[in-house]
């Protein structure tokens, strides 16, 4: 008897956390099999495409999803087993066929309903066919039926899995665009196969999303080539100019090829998706443990050697990138601090210029206030002598001359008084005004 306990409230999340581990089983697989996989890149809006085309393939073959989510789907059709994930910008399709035939005579895709193909959702990146068969006599594996099977192009291969199969692959398109791959088991059980096999697939398609980026370095190129020796001419244009106008030019320049050099990293996304992609690239070759056959390139070998070159230009490339992010936003930075030197230094020499000025201002207002002291204690002086002159011929006893030159300092003062007085009455108002 089962005892049932009261547990807290469970997060939103949990079963979804329980099943993402079992979300994507790999494929259990008897010899012989057919196995074509396609991988499509998608758009934001392909999610309802992919759900509604999926549901079409099962209400025309009348077959039930054994599995259907947003994320992955599996069905049983007789003997043909589809399968779909959906991955971050990509989608995998698989279609699983148990044969009786040779290798490569029956494709999976026989068995689709005529047009279903061609309306998935989405843009080919990868088409794989993949055969596995039982691994019998030596004549198997003669150069003369790999070529039949796989093309003229040299096969490459291995042993994996401890010796236990045998794995084959030109990576050449046939004449239908499917790469081939040839699985020959010796021991493996189906569960293992399975393993292998998804692998082997997994392989393919992260080696072609991590090449994504390739084409974009065609184009960027060139322009790196143009923007690194625009930014030798100006490092070299910022040491001679000192002229606030031609700074703000090359300013402006700076700042036009930062934005061109930002617009260049928004691409950033397709090298960072390239490199993850290669890292699950080489976790997936890695779990192969391929043995070396003699005479024959392994996947490995032949694999490294080719995507090697792309792999340390990409990298190279956005190397480059950042280090001409860098370079401008330091030379702009140093531009910057120069136009600011250079304003501040004028602002500097206007200051001592209107503080000059000023004083000189200052030298001419006092003088000026000299003057008018002198003039009207001059006039005070003139009419305190008229006074004294009328009071005199009225009969007035006094010395009309001691008394003129008794006035004047009192004249002087009271004057000097009263303008001082005004002035600062003046110079308090402007005071509250600010």
């Known amino acids: ?24 089983p790999f494929p259990t ?45 599996r069905a049983q059709i007789g003997h043909l087993e589809v399968r779909m994930q959906r991955h971050l910008e990509f989608s995998i399709y698989q279609f699983i066929r148990t044969t009786g035939g040779s290798p490569f005579s029956e494709s999976p895709l026989e068995m689709l309903p005529p047009g279903w193909l061609e309306g998935l ?15 019998g006599k030596d004549q198997t594996t003669t150069p003369e039926r790999l070529h039949q099977l796989l093309g003229e192009e040299s096969p490459k291969g291995s042993l994996v899995r401890s010796g236990k199969t045998m794995v084959w692959s030109n990576f050449l398109p046939d004449e239908n ?3 081939r791959y040839l699985v020959q088991n010796k021991t493996l059980g189906s569960a293992q196969l399975g393993r292998l096999v998804q692998r082997l697939l997994e392989a393919e398609t992260y080696r072609l999303l991590s090449l994504l980026a390739l084409p974009m370095l065609k184009d960027i190129g060139p322009m790196l080539d143009r923007m690194e020796y625009s930014m030798l001419l100006i490092s070299d244009h910022i040491q001679r100019i000192n002229s606030i106008d031609d700074q703000k030019s090359l300013l402006a320049k700076l700042s036009a090829q930062a934005a061109e050099v930002e617009l260049l990293r928004s691409n950033d996304y397709r090298f960072s998706a390239s490199h993850a992609y290669f890292d699950l690239y080489d976790e997936r070759l890695g779990e192969l443990k391929e043995e070396k056959m003699e005479g024959i390139l392994t996947f490995g070998e032949f694999l490294n050697r080719r995507m090697g070159p792309a792999r340390r230009t990409m990298r190279h490339s956005q190397q480059r990138l950042a280090d001409l992010s860098s370079r401008i936003g330091s030379a702009r930075e140093l531009l910057q601090t120069n136009i600011n030197m250079t304003i ?39 009419l305190v002598k008229y006074v004294l002159e009328g009071l005199k011929t009225i009969g007035v006893p006094l010395n009309k001359e001691m008394a003129t030159g008794l006035a004047v300092p009192l004249v002087l003062l009271t004057v000097w008084l009263a303008i001082h007085k005004i002035k600062d009455h003046v110079l308090g108002s402007e005071e509250e005004e600010h």
């Open 1 to 24: 008897m089962t005892v049932k306990f009261a547990l807290p409230k469970v997060h939103p999340s949990y079963e979804t956390l329980l099943g993402e581990v079992h979300s994507r």
């Open 29 to 73: 697989l008897q010899c012989p099999t057919s196995v074509v996989q396609l991988t499509l890149l998608q758009g934001w809006l392909s999610k309802s495409a992919e759900a509604d085309h999926l549901e079409r393939l099962c209400k025309e073959l009348e077959c039930t999803p054994v599995s259907h989510s947003t994320r992955s789907f």
């Open 121 to 135: 959702s989405g843009e080919l990146i990868s088409a794989v066919w993949l055969e596995a068969e039982p691994y």
């Open 177 to 179: 665009g499917f790469v």
């Open 344 to 382: 501040e230094h004028q602002n500097q020499e206007l200051l001592l210029s209107m503080e000059k000025r000023s004083h000189l201002q200052l030298r001419m207002q006092e003088a000026v206030e000299g003057l008018s002291i002198a003039a009207i204690s001059y006039y005070m002086v003139s």
